[in-house]
């Protein structure tokens, strides 16, 4: 299975700050590869599909970029409603596998 | 309104069985891969299966093969999943996922935009 590792496991900005969220694979997955949000209780949410398209209703301050094994996912100018964890989520073979989700604080 | 919503969820004994289900509104379910996603308590998500749009193909992750079988109903919209052997590591909130697909160059990807709430399952005697 393809491991997915993300970093930093948690991270505390203010708003306004640029959050970066890097995801790495083990081995290279093209353009396969979305990013979610979940907050405490509630299921995950898209954000981002394809590596860098993002979800309809999604805010344009969340983008995503990367290809091969190196991705990130930025949040240009974050919010309070952003704390929550994320997970980048590899679709490039079965079994399809998470990151171990980042952790982001409004501080 | 689009929505999922999971039942069947509760508490097991180890090596027992048990069938989720999932009801399907709003959207045309026939035409989406359908997936399962579980979360035990305090970790993150992790993907366990998927069917595909005509229930003609599914692919499970490693630790629930042989055990665990997902199908899918489209004439009542509604997705199962039915769990044998289970463990004390299946321990989890159990969510159904509907995946629209998006296509690009020839790629289809997943993008899992409508979650259920979940339903909890707890294996323990």
């Known amino acids: 299975a393809i491991q997915m590792t993300q970093s930093p496991s948690s991270q505390s900005a203010s708003v306004g700050d640029r959050v970066t969220i890097t995801c790495r694979a083990s081995?290279?997955?093209?353009?396969?590869l979305g990013w979610y949000q979940q907050k405490p209780g509630k299921a995950p949410k898209l954000l981002i599909y394809a590596a860098s398209s993002l979800q309809s209703g999604v805010p344009p301050r969340f983008s995503g970029s990367g290809s091969g094994t190196d991705f990130t996912l930025t949040i240009s100018s974050l919010q309070p409603e952003d704390s929550a964890t994320y997970y980048c989520l590899q679709d490039y073979s079965y079994p399809r596998t998470f990151g171990q989700g980042t952790k982001v604080e409004i501080k | 309104e689009v929505q999922l919503v999971e039942s069947g969820g509760g508490l097991v004994q180890p090596g027992g069985s048990r069938r989720l289900s999932c009801a399907a509104s709003?959207?045309?379910?026939?035409?989406?891969?359908m997936t399962w996603v579980r979360q035990a308590p305090g970790k993150g998500p992790e993907w366990v299966a998927n069917i595909r749009e005509d229930g003609s193909e599914q692919n499970y992750v490693d630790s629930v093969k042989g055990r665990f079988t997902i199908s899918r109903d489209n004439a009542q919209n509604s997705l199962y999943l039915q769990m044998n052997s289970l463990r004390a590591e299946d321990t989890a909130v159990y969510y159904c996922v509907g995946d629209f697909s998006p296509q690009s160059g020839g790629i289809y990807f997943d993008a899992f935009h409508i979650w259920g709430q979940g339903t909890m399952v707890t294996v323990s005697s």
């Open positions: 709003g959207f045309t379910f026939s035409s989406y891969w």
């Open positions: 081995q290279g997955i093209r353009n396969e």
